[in-house]
């Protein structure tokens, strides 16, 4: 696994182009495959792409090795002919020591045989991508990421579902923080994010609970396009509340996307991998919330490290939400910046508000506008449609409103947060009340009822 720094940039704050694996087969790699007979068998029926895939979902195989086996190889298909030759972990092993610079770039024995077995199970792994219905992207391709090649050892391979030209949008900002915002945390992210889809720009984020969540939720909203970048496999879409939000995020013509093979699961090393995607993908970042720990705070790093601006919203002394973002605006003076409002931050974006979009708590949006509270109604999702209703009856919390809709809580938060952008609900003290529309109607049920 990639490596993770410690707050802030361990490299001069540029964007020059990072080396990347080269796929073009070195003249050596040819001239060593003309006399060993690569392409022969199931292997050799591959496309490059194929390849790819498969070599690239062995456990422990990582860019650094990928990079050196391309280069020693000549070719994805070449490793794995070679593997399922009789002798195959033992040539791997050999032909990689032979130009191996240092024990990252050479095969171990367990190595060689999970590339081995990965050339038995190929055909699975290609058939599950169809079945969840993902598309490859690979450094080759031309809509590649262009952000994401300019960091580090860029991931070979991304992992789609969803729109490829959502990738590389003019611009794109991320927007991050604690999965335990507080309600005001949570309802500045989707403003932030409603005002960035509004400016014209696509927001990148991590598709977790809280802050992730609230931004991609408020870009929906606002029919703007959205990229979530996952901590683990496309089937091991972590939270499972947010499989909803995956499905709206690619009908709003956005994209979710993972540099980790379909079933790999997301652990505690998988998710800094991601911060990095979810930075070098982005112009900038924008941090709404973070404690001290915040993995919010890994992605800002990232950022800084990345060449990339990177901006906070400071809060309140005594707030431990606040206290990593007041600590990193304070570590790196000149670097990282505060956010002094939504206006100011999209002129330092350089981006410009919304034709006629208000932004705000009291913004309301084209859907509540003038709308009786029935079509209004008839427009939510079954869920929002049955928390409004719900709120109808009387303020209550997201907990309370998860027992009586047997929903996630993550599922409830998300569809909270709708609800608020849209000017329907608000939230204060942990307690949500109905707001405009809703607000109206249960006042006039009320002066009937008396």
Not at 181 to 194: N, Q, V
Not at 324 to 339: D, K, S, T, W, Y
Request: proline content about 7%; glycine content about 12%; hydrophobic content about 40%.
């Amino acid at each position: 696994m990639l490596g993770v720094q410690s707050l802030g940039p361990v490299a001069p704050s540029h964007q020059d182009a990072a080396p990347v694996p080269d796929p073009q087969p070195c003249r050596a790699a040819r001239e060593q495959r003309r006399h060993v007979g690569a392409g022969d068998g199931a292997a050799g029926s591959l496309s490059e792409r194929e390849a790819w895939t498969i070599l690239l979902s062995v456990p422990g195989l990582g860019p650094v090795t990928f990079s050196a086996l391309l280069a020693t190889f000549g070719s994805a298909r070449h490793v794995l002919a070679i593997g399922a030759e009789a002798s195959g972990p033992e040539r791997l092993v050999e032909m990689a020591a032979s130009t191996a610079s240092d024990e990252r770039t050479g095969v171990s024995a367990s190595l060689a045989r999970r590339i081995v077995d990965a050339v038995q199970t190929g055909p699975l792994i290609l058939g599950r991508l169809t079945e969840l219905g993902l598309e490859v992207v690979t450094l080759e391709d031309p809509d590649y990421p262009r952000r994401l090649r300019l960091i580090e050892m860029p991931p070979p391979l991304l992992f789609l579902r969803g729109h490829r030209q959502s990738l590389n949008r003019e611009h794109m900002v991320a927007v991050v923080g604690t999965r335990w915002p507080t309600d005001k945390g949570r309802l500045i992210a989707g403003w932030i994010g409603g005002a960035l889809a509004g400016s014209g720009a696509s927001v990148v984020s991590g598709m977790a609970v809280g802050i992730d969540g609230a931004a991609h939720a408020a870009v929906v909203a606002e029919g703007g396009q959205t990229v979530a970048v996952l901590g683990g496999g496309h089937a091991r879409l972590f939270p499972r509340a947010h499989e909803r939000l995956a499905d709206a995020i690619v009908t709003a013509g956005g994209a979710v996307v993972s540099e980790l093979s379909p079933d790999t699961a997301p652990t505690r090393g998988t998710f800094p991998r991601r911060n990095r995607l979810v930075s070098g993908m982005s112009d900038a970042t924008v941090v709404v919330e973070a404690g001290r720990r915040s993995g919010a705070l890994i992605t800002a790093g990232w950022a800084l490290e990345q060449g990339r601006e990177c901006f906070l919203v400071p809060g309140p002394l005594d707030a431990p939400t606040s206290a990593g973002c007041l600590a990193f605006l304070r570590a790196f003076p000149g670097q990282a910046r505060a956010i002094c409002g939504i206006p100011e931050l999209l002129e330092d974006l350089g981006l410009a508000p919304g034709a006629g979009k208000e932004i705000g708590p009291d913004a309301p949006s084209s859907e509540t506008r003038g709308a009786g509270v029935s079509a209004i109604l008839a427009s939510l999702s079954p869920l929002e449609r049955s928390l409004a209703e719900h709120l109808c009856k009387g303020p209550a919390t997201a907990d309370e409103l998860a027992r009586a809709t047997s929903s996630a809580a993550g599922a409830i938060l998300s569809a909270l947060t709708l609800l608020e952008l849209r000017g329907l609900v608000s939230g204060a003290y942990g307690r949500y009340s109905p707001a405009g529309p809703l607000l109206r109607s249960v006042g006039r049920r009320e002066s009937r009822s008396r």
